[in-house]
């Protein structure tokens, strides 16, 4: 998780910033999959202003919070988003009782499900992890297939939805 900290018109000191952080992975513990997170501290004629945004999965929150103290500032803002960050994991939670379902009867139940709606021959030409991305950005695609020139070996990459890349290499366990 990437913690952005933005200061305006106020001296970013450590006390403040540790503060943040600290808050900030508060939130780690209830949501797991928080891709980053900003925060904005300010000061407007004595007034102190926390504007906190969160982005977890598909989902970014804001909460914003001003009084006449920085740390109550951010205590505000950090609680608002506390409140949006249960209700977010409350949504993907099933409430519901789940019934016990022998495994041979979930193989027979999903088995029929998979279905294949496009086949597609790609062609196998060595190349380096670097070439494989700017063919799979070429060609506008999320992954590729390639086989790796040192090693002759069927590698994967990927685009993550941090604007990252992945690598899936095959491992004999």
């Known amino acids: 998780m990437r913690i952005h900290i933005v200061a ?8 403040i910033k540790d ?18 997170a900003q925060v904005i501290v300010a000061v407007e004629k004595k007034i102190h202003t926390a504007e906190v945004i969160v982005h977890a999965g598909h989902q970014t929150m804001k909460a914003a919070a001003s009084t006449d103290e920085m740390y109550s500032a951010i205590d505000k803002a950090m609680d608002k988003m506390e409140i949006q960050v249960k209700k977010y994991k409350e949504r993907f939670t099933d409430h ?3 019934e016990n ?9 999903v088995g029929p499900e998979i279905r294949f709606s496009v086949v597609k021959d790609v062609p196998l030409k ?3 992890k670097e070439e494989a991305v700017m063919e799979m950005e070429k060609l506008g695609f999320n992954f590729w297939l390639f086989q790796e020139k040192g090693s ?18 095959p491992v004999k366990k």
Request: cysteine-free.
């Open 8 to 15: 305006r018109k106020i001296k970013m000191s450590k006390p």
């Open 19 to 36: 503060f943040i952080e600290a808050k900030i992975e508060k939130l780690h513990e209830y949501l797991d999959n928080i891709v980053w």
């Open 96 to 98: 519901h009782a789940s």
């Open 101 to 109: 379902i022998e495994a041979d009867e979930f193989t027979t139940l």
């Open 126 to 128: 060595p190349m380096n």
């Open 152 to 169: 002759k070996q069927l590698q994967v990459v990927f685009k993550r939805l941090d604007s990252t890349y992945g690598l899936l290499q």
